[in-house]
């Protein structure tokens, strides 16, 4: 009986690799429209100039195609096991990119200096151990959007405390929860997160915050600046 072929990398490169710079996918972001997936940088970078899928050419959305994007983090953790030393080279250069992103200007040395941090304040470690210590840093300034005419202006208030740095991988979902523990919310209540006037998603993580809403807008001052209110229902 003859042993079962060994695969090898380069068996699976059509899966593996971005259409656009040709190498291995870095952040894999599917687009919704077609299920064709790209690196996150190059797909966004993309729909800077087009509205269409590069690969396929098919229309994603008319006006803002980057709402049809959708991080694969399950096909990110298998191209991590089949590329040995790829998540440690990325990581290194994340961590270079956000240092290059003048961290002096607000008193610090780098990602690593000391800071504070969402998953201290609210106990978010979980079981991840040491993970978010080594992520790249973002600095974040959370301000109450204040309208008289908003039903519950008189509960959700202003932070004492409204410069924080997290995560970059950290979600609109997790600045939901640290909002509402830090202004002793009730549990039911729904905040709104915004960024330069548009509502952002509970999935949208930092990083793409800062590189689809807040860069691309013309802002490069840091902190970038959240705004939260409360959750308006449209329906």
């Not at 068996?11 to 894999?28: A, E, M, R, S, W």
């Not at 269409?52 to 983090?73: A, F, S, Y």
């Amino acid at each position: 009986m003859t042993s079962p072929r060994k695969h090898l990398v380069k068996d699976f490169n059509h899966f593996i690799t971005c259409y656009v710079c040709k190498g291995y996918l870095i952040k894999p972001t599917t687009v919704t429209e077609c299920l064709h997936t790209f690196c996150r940088s190059c797909i966004i970078q993309h729909f800077e100039d087009s509205n269409d899928c590069p690969k396929c050419g098919i229309q994603v959305h008319e006006t803002n195609p980057r709402e049809m994007l959708r991080l694969d983090n399950t096909l990110e953790e298998i191209i991590f096991k089949l590329v040995p030393g790829l998540r440690e080279k990325e990581q290194q250069q994340e961590i270079e990119f956000w240092r290059s992103r003048k961290w002096k200007e607000n008193g610090e040395d780098g990602p690593r200096s000391k800071r504070s941090r969402l998953d201290d304040d609210d106990g978010g470690g979980g079981g991840d151990g040491d993970y978010h210590r080594s992520d790249p840093q973002i600095a974040i300034c959370l301000d109450c959007l204040r309208n008289s005419s908003l039903v519950g202006e008189n509960v959700v208030k202003g932070l004492m405390k409204k410069f924080i740095r997290c995560s970059t991988r950290v979600t609109v979902g997790t600045i939901k929860k640290f909002l509402s523990l830090k202004l002793k919310l009730p549990s039911s209540y729904e905040l709104d997160v915004l960024c330069n006037g548009e509502i952002m998603g509970k999935d949208h993580t930092m990083e793409f915050i800062y590189m689809t809403r807040w860069r691309l807008r013309g802002e490069t001052a840091y902190p970038m600046v959240l705004e939260y209110r409360p959750r308006i229902d449209f329906g």
